[in-house]
């Protein structure tokens, strides 16, 4: 598998029913950095900028992600010594929860990657395969998956990798005093006695059966859609290195923060918290020698990152901020590779609360200043999306339609009508809504009377927040609506977050982004039960479509494909949120490594213990 499809890939499948980009890393505004921002244009454009970028523009080149490489260039044969130095870009420091079961931010993802690794491998049609560590057989008959581990896997202290471990991932996850952010979608719940488990009404999950020291069955409530397509949990975990280790407190132990087990090429050698791990040659990884001594991961700000590039000091970057690229494109010793980004940036609007000691949403758009959808409508058609793609993104982004992106090619219904850019028609929205503005201040009031000020969340980070965020409070205000900064200023990742997940009165509008997943169910972002549906918005119509795309009947590929169109479809009328950015992202490469790709799906030759460098 190719790095794209061994980290990103993988995060990427897990995070959509998990984590927001929220916890992505990057530079840019809307990305939530620690996931995760012109031409006069609609989205009636043409096919090619609609979907791939777009075309030159007066801003400058217009770039398009399939004219990059996915694999780097240099196909000399590597030396088996050297360290890659990889340079962590971000404006915040990593966590340090180096634990896939515990861990909640990407930048910590992004760690753990270089030391520890799937499982499970994918093919670039986003199922899973039995090309890694763990092997599956599913029987939809008597409804079970067979798991079989691979023998002579081995974690970095040389004790083996059986079952059992796999197993624990689920019993940690499913503990009630799990202290972590997984465990509500189908790949847990539909396990037999989990539920029962999770509520603390039984010892043990009654549905998974250890076999052997290889092999365990696990017995579902029924054989979902999703369950290949990334609803296995992906990661093994070390039960030997926590015991002793009450569950609550394992996200802050130190077999977690200061000396971390993997099964992956590099093993952790130290933990400098928040700034760098240096991890060195695993020789007794199971695929292979790797093909370098270590590994050295520093983080890096975006206003410096690209310096790190020139100079050496970084091979390679992750989350390279994309907005960047163009002042960089031509540097000397660097080879850029691009793909598609599994992830969409959108405008969010609050139409709730979120009810904790129930744990579901509390939809309430009778309560929320930006409940009408009139109002949402008339906000869709003042964005110019198309320009802010080109202008600020050179065409590495682009104007978005639904909540089903082309990176789920198959599944992104391209034919829905979305509300254009129109600034008139916004204007005319408004006035037949009967916002008007009643005391000659140059902005609407609402239906009543009533003054209509709308408070914008926007998050810090990287050369593009700010004037983007001015962006869209501009075009708002270009066809009469108050909108301002909460706080009047852009607000730091942490916070941010913190002020979504409470439902801050002073956010009514927030930008923000998603990571979508190998897996095209939408349900974990906005299922009515789900702490990430952030807007609050819950409806039966909605929940309905969503519950039948992971039903049995949507076993039938056609069949789920049309449901989930009707989903998209629903969703451009309600607009709950209103997609604005698709998106590629960009990976600099220094040019003396050799083996490295981002290629979706397993590529057997750009694994990470194959990445090497020449002489």
Not at 288 to 299: A, F, H, K, W
Not at 331 to 350: C, H, P, Q, R, S
Not at 452 to 480: C, H
Request: glycine share 10%; with cysteine; proline share 5%.
């Amino acid at each position: 598998m190719g790095k794209y499809s061994w980290s990103k890939l993988m995060f990427f499948m897990m995070l959509v029913l998990v984590l927001a980009l929220a916890a992505c890393g990057g530079g840019s505004s809307e990305e939530e950095t620690s996931e995760d921002s012109g031409d006069s244009g609609s989205e009636g454009s043409s096919e090619e900028s609609k979907d791939e970028g777009g075309e030159e523009g007066e801003s400058g080149e217009v770039y398009n992600y399939e004219d990059f490489n996915q694999v780097v260039s240099n196909d000399g044969e590597a030396t088996g010594e050297g360290t890659l130095k990889v340079g962590l870009t971000s404006d915040t420091p990593f966590e340090g929860t180096l634990n896939w079961n515990l861990y909640q931010g990407n930048p910590d993802a992004e760690v753990l990657s270089l030391f520890d690794e799937p499982l499970l491998t994918m093919d670039e049609d986003f199922q899973f395969t039995n090309d890694g560590a763990l092997n599956f057989e599913v029987n939809e008959d008597d409804k079970t998956v067979t798991f079989t581990m691979e023998e002579g896997v081995k974690w970095h202290d040389g004790e083996p990798v059986t079952i059992d471990d796999y197993v624990y991932s689920y019993e940690v996850i499913g503990h009630p005093d799990y202290p972590g952010i997984r465990g509500a979608t189908d790949g847990f719940t539909l396990i037999e006695g989990y539920n029962e488990y999770k509520a603390g009404e039984a010892d043990s999950i009654s549905g998974i059966e250890v076999i052997d020291d290889q092999t365990a069955v696990f017995t579902y409530k029924e054989i979902a859609p999703s369950l290949t397509a990334g609803g296995f949990w992906y990661y093994a975990m070390p039960e030997h290195h926590y015991e002793g280790v009450e569950i609550a407190d394992m996200a802050e132990a130190p077999q977690t923060r200061e000396n971390p087990l993997g099964i992956g090429p590099y093993k952790v050698d130290s933990v400098t918290p928040g700034e760098s791990v240096v991890m060195t040659k695993f020789e007794d990884y199971w695929r292979g020698e790797p093909n370098l001594d270590g590994i050295e991961l520093s983080v890096v700000s975006p206003s410096s990152i690209a310096n790190a590039l020139e100079t050496g000091e970084v091979d390679y970057a992750i989350n390279f901020p994309t907005d960047q690229y163009p002042d960089v494109a031509e540097m000397e010793g660097v080879e850029w590779l691009a793909n598609i980004d599994g992830a969409y940036t959108y405008i969010g609007f609050k139409l709730g609360e979120w009810n904790a000691e129930e744990g579901r949403v509390d939809y309430k758009p009778e309560e929320s200043k930006v409940g009408d959808k009139e109002l949402r409508r008339a906000m869709w058609h003042a964005m110019d999306n198309e320009a802010v793609g080109k202008r600020f993104y050179n065409g590495l982004r682009w104007e978005a339609t639904t909540l089903i992106t082309p990176y789920h090619a198959e599944w992104h219904d391209d034919s829905i009508e979305t509300p254009e850019y129109d600034p008139e028609k916004a204007k005319q929205i408004l006035d037949d809504a009967g916002y008007e503005d009643t005391d000659g201040d140059g902005f609407r009031e609402t239906p009543e009377g009533e003054p209509l000020e709308l408070n914008f969340a926007s998050m810090s980070g990287g050369d593009t927040a700010e004037p983007l965020a001015n962006y869209y409070i501009q075009s708002w205000k270009d066809v009469g609506l108050n909108v301002k900064l909460t706080n009047d200023r852009l607000i730091e990742f942490n916070t941010f977050y913190d002020m979504l997940e409470n439902d801050d009165p002073e956010v009514d509008i927030y930008q923000g982004a998603w990571s979508v997943g190998s897996d095209v169910d939408p349900y974990g972002l906005y299922g009515p039960d789900v702490a990430f549906n952030y807007p609050r918005y819950a409806t039966e119509e909605s929940t309905k479509l969503m519950e039948k795309g992971n039903s049995p009947e949507a076993l039938d590929v056609e069949k789920r494909k049309e449901i989930y169109n009707e989903w998209q479809a629903l969703m451009v009328e309600e607009m709950p949120v209103v997609p604005t950015l698709y998106r590629a992202y960009v990976v600099p490469v220094n040019e003396r490594v050799t083996n490295f790709g981002i290629e979706l799906g397993y590529d057997e030759e750009t694994l990470p213990y194959k990445w090497g460098v020449t002489e």
